[in-house]
């Protein structure tokens, strides 16, 4: 079974940038799509950005869409989501989850914090 490691996170002025990375290990890397989440304390983990197996087809959510890029490099068992013009409100541990299927995760990251400072 895969398992991930978040890195990237960090604390960023409004309208700077961030790379955010998601490195695999003990699984077929390309075996999964990979989606990130989000979330803040007391609100529901927030759908952010996924990206299919091939690294073929990417989702968005409205949130992030036109600022953010996902991507993976599947030689390297690593994906990448780059947040930019980044905004007080994107403040928020960040996760990365493995899924087989449609639905169903079969893995998720530990977190990365991501702050925006005002």
């Known amino acids: 079974q895969v398992q991930l490691v978040e890195s990237g996170g960090g604390l960023v002025q409004a309208g700077g940038s961030l790379e955010l990375s998601c490195a695999a290990s003990?699984?077929?890397?390309?075996?999964?799509?990979i989606d990130w989440f989000r979330q803040t304390p007391g609100k529901e983990r927030e759908f952010v950005a996924g990206?299919?197996?091939?690294?073929?087809?990417?989702y968005y959510a409205d949130s992030v869409k036109g600022r953010s890029t996902i991507s993976r490099d599947n030689a390297k068992n690593t994906m990448y989501l780059q947040l930019n013009s980044l905004k007080p409100e994107d403040t928020a541990v960040y996760y990365c989850?493995?899924?087989?299927?449609?639905?169903?995760?079969?893995?998720w990251g530990q977190g990365t914090q991501v702050t925006v400072s005002s």
């Open positions: 989850a493995a899924r087989r299927g449609a639905e169903e995760y079969d893995c």
């Open positions: 990206i299919s197996r091939s690294g073929g087809s990417t």
């Open positions: 003990g699984g077929t890397f390309s075996n999964y799509a």
